[in-house]
């Protein structure tokens, strides 16, 4: 099993069952005054965007929302390469596997670390920086279900849906705070 193998499988499944995935990743921007210049990127729950918007645009302490690590880690890779189809789905794959196999201890979890290791060593290839293995959660939402099989396309079908299922429930909020006119 290659990357080319693991990436035709995920467009396969995305053509299949839902729209690509750029249109979801799309993100909310605000642009706020502060005392120096900076760009914050962090989860907002759909449900929460407009109240999350109106109370950044009024607070002059900048934005902070307590996100764990792994999940900040993820929308962050996301934001970097937005624009990037294939590296989008690693990403997505990549922090679908890192919850799942730390879930999944089954018959098959054999097929789930082969997986892994392959989508692990094209994060290597491309020097992009896997989850701390202390991090909790890569997604703000994230079902797994332990579905014994030894073929790898189930488990890229899975963390298709649950990849979608985050995207439609949470949104990148990027804050760029520019520096106020004196």
Known sequence: ?????????????????????????????IHVSGPFEAQIINWCPVSELE???????????GWYRDTGKGTLHTVEL????RDNAE??????LGAFLFEST?????????MLQLLTDVVRGQFRQMEIDWWHHLSTNALPECSFAQVPTEYYG????????????????????VVHQVVAPA
Request: proline share 4%; hydrophobic share 45%; charged share 20%.
């Open 154 to 173: 189930r488990y890229i079908t899975m963390a298709v849906a649950s990849s979608w299922l985050s995207l439609t429930a949470w949104k990148p909020l």
């Open 102 to 110: 730390r879930a999944d201890r089954g018959s098959g979890a054999a």
């Open 51 to 61: 109240k999350q918007k109106s109370a950044i645009l009024r607070s002059r302490h």
């Open 78 to 81: 996301l934001w970097e390469y």
């Open 87 to 92: 590296v989008t789905a690693l990403i997505l």
């Open 1 to 29: 099993m290659t990357w080319q193998d693991v990436f035709e499988c995920w467009e396969f499944d995305c053509g299949q069952h839902v729209p690509p995935f750029q249109n979801v990743i799309a993100s909310e921007h």
